[in-house]
């Protein structure tokens, strides 16, 4: 169908299509490609979602926001095309700052760019737009902050085995609940806003993954943004940051005074929202909150759904909570309680200054792209397998993976892959030698083949194993093509004694 649509809007059949990083939800995005034109294919599932990201796309970038812009869409709302926005996520735009806590002035006038013009988007963005087509709310409502208080409560707080009243608890939801509320205005409310869902265009700030976005308030967005768990920016960066946009949301408002789309009771408690000490003290709420629910994500994706990326982040929201605890919250005190006992438990402690290397190993098939590499490093070891001698071309091995001993044994008796996994480890070995002897956190090694099925799994597998066992160090081996993920715990070994 992508094709089709691709050929429609073109009038060229694309000469190659292939699979981005899947993102947190059920969406597939493509890269369609022909000769001088690059387009965006995306596949929801849920026709409501996309009904709804393609309703806001339009409306922004007809208020000429920095926005993608859907080109065409399938007769069933299930595909669509946007303009493609290239490669640079604002995350990895900062990666140097983030790996060192020190950002230098270029990525902080990206940072300050995106702050600039968040407001655009939450004052104009919601002029004359019909929040009747969010899903899967409307607005920001008790209800909605009911589903990430209990997600968190659920998914994370009951997963870390402490002992609370739930009642209690109960009760101190409410109250939060009706702090939140209270800054209700007719804005929109992103509700996702962080640097993974920024791309950097022609220089520029794009803002990209907004269909869960609804009527709501401002803090929201300025809280997941400015507290985004590995983001990791100094207090003096995030203050900075909300600085910046406040000073952007004052001169928004000063813009829209004379319009006649916007009641005048709204733009009378948006005005008093927006007043800086009204924000600043009203954000720290938000900010809990928003930790909060981001603490239920992880506890979900990484205890239940078993995803390692999940894990690694729970440390730095952790840090990140503690340091929103610092200071009194009042209103809701046993939650208060609650949390400041959570974040002493020993599993929630954090790690050593100096960071063991963790090696990432991916199977992949080529049809659907390289895999990404979200450390911010770039990438790292990519081994062809295609050459080997493929045991797909059998129908009897048509239905089982490189984890299976048939196809094991194919492999191994046939000897070419036992060759090129030689190779690869005398290269891969040099390679996390020096590593480990540097500091160095993060290393990337992926196979593919081409539907990463057989050999491409084989090798991952073969690599990792081999990894962990000769070098004691942590392997995330992921298959990505059958959506499994395996994590090789740090082998601790006592030194040898002469």
């Known amino acids: 169908m992508l094709e089709s649509l691709f050929q429609q809007i073109t009038g060229l059949?694309?000469?190659?299509?292939?699979?981005?990083?899947?993102?947190?939800?059920?969406?597939?995005?493509?890269?369609?490609?022909?000769?001088?034109?690059?387009?965006?294919?995306?596949?929801?599932?849920?026709?409501?979602?996309?009904?709804?990201?393609?309703?806001?796309?339009a409306h922004f970038a007809a208020k000429a926001l920095p926005?993608?812009?859907?080109?065409?869409?399938?007769?069933?709302?299930?595909?669509?095309?946007?303009?493609?926005?290239?490669?640079?996520?604002?995350?990895?735009?900062?990666?140097?700052?983030?790996?060192?806590?020190?950002?230098?002035?270029?990525?902080?006038?990206m940072l300050r760019e995106t702050m600039r013009l968040l407001p655009l988007i939450q004052v104009n963005?919601?002029?004359?737009?019909?929040?009747?087509?969010?899903?899967?709310?409307?607005?920001?409502?008790?209800?909605?902050?009911f589903w990430d208080l209990n997600y968190f409560?659920?998914?994370?707080?009951?997963?870390?085995?402490?002992?609370?009243?739930?009642?209690?608890?109960?009760?101190?939801?409410?109250?939060?609940?009706?702090?939140?509320?209270?800054?209700?205005?007719?804005?929109?409310?992103?509700?996702?806003?962080?640097?993974r869902n920024v791309m950097?265009?022609?220089?520029?700030?794009?803002?990209?993954?907004?269909?869960?976005?609804?009527?709501?308030p401002l803090h929201y967005d300025v809280a997941s943004f400015l507290w985004q768990a590995k983001a990791k920016y100094s207090e003096e960066l995030r203050d900075e940051l909300l600085t910046v946009y406040l000073e952007s949301l004052a001169e928004v408002m000063e813009?829209?005074?004379?319009?006649?789309?916007i009641a005048p009771s709204s733009l009378g408690n948006l005005a008093l929202v927006a007043r800086p000490e009204n924000f600043r003290e009203q954000l720290r709420h938000f900010v809990l909150f928003r930790t909060l629910q981001v603490l239920g994500a992880?506890?979900?994706?990484?205890?239940?759904?078993?995803?390692?990326?999940?894990?690694?982040?729970?440390?730095?929201?952790?840090?990140?909570?503690?340091?929103?605890?610092?200071?009194?919250?009042?209103?809701?005190?046993?939650?208060?309680?609650?949390?400041?006992?959570?974040?002493?438990?020993?599993?929630?402690r954090e790690v050593a200054v100096r960071k063991p290397l963790i090696v990432k190993v991916y199977s992949f098939s080529y049809k659907k792209g390289i895999p990404h590499d979200d450390s911010g490093n770039g990438g790292g070891f990519v081994f062809d397998c295609r050459a080997v001698n493929n045991p797909g071309k059998y129908e009897r091995y048509a239905h089982f993976t490189g984890l299976d001993e048939s196809v094991i044994q194919f492999l191994e008796e046939d000897g070419e892959i036992l060759s090129l996994l030689d190779q690869a480890y005398a290269m891969v070995d040099a390679s996390v030698k020096r590593y480990k002897d540097r500091g160095f956190t993060n290393l990337m090694v992926s196979f593919g083949c081409t539907g990463g099925q057989h050999r491409s799994v084989y090798s991952a597998q073969k690599m990792?194993?081999?990894?962990?066992?000769?070098?004691?160090?942590?392997v995330h081996l992921i298959h990505r093509e059958q959506n499994k993920e395996e994590v090789f715990g740090a082998i601790h070994r006592q030194k040898e004694t002469e």
């Open 464 to 474: 990792a194993e081999h990894i962990n066992r000769e070098f004691g160090v942590e």
């Open 125 to 145: 963005g919601a002029r004359d737009f019909d929040f009747s087509v969010c899903y899967p709310q409307p607005a920001f409502n008790e209800r909605s902050v």
């Open 298 to 348: 992880y506890g979900f994706r990484g205890y239940f759904e078993k995803k390692p990326h999940f894990l690694q982040s729970i440390p730095y929201a952790m840090e990140n909570l503690r340091v929103i605890l610092r200071d009194e919250l009042p209103g809701y005190p046993y939650l208060v309680k609650v949390l400041r006992e959570m974040c002493e438990l020993k599993q929630y």
């Open 13 to 57: 059949k694309p000469d190659t299509k292939t699979e981005l990083s899947a993102s947190g939800s059920n969406r597939r995005y493509f890269r369609l490609t022909a000769e001088g034109y690059s387009l965006i294919g995306v596949e929801g599932t849920s026709i409501e979602e996309n009904a709804a990201f393609m309703a806001m796309s």
């Open 200 to 216: 950097i265009h022609n220089d520029k700030p794009y803002f990209i993954d907004f269909q869960g976005g609804r009527k709501g």
């Open 153 to 195: 409560k659920y998914n994370f707080l009951k997963a870390s085995g402490i002992d609370f009243q739930e009642d209690r608890l109960e009760d101190d939801f409410q109250r939060l609940a009706a702090i939140l509320l209270r800054s209700q205005t007719d804005t929109f409310m992103y509700r996702d806003f962080q640097s």
């Open 255 to 261: 813009g829209v005074k004379n319009t006649t789309d």
């Open 67 to 109: 926005v993608p812009r859907v080109l065409v869409r399938s007769h069933d709302g299930r595909f669509y095309l946007q303009e493609d926005l290239g490669n640079t996520l604002l995350f990895d735009f900062i990666a140097e700052g983030r790996k060192t806590g020190v950002f230098h002035e270029t990525e902080k006038e």
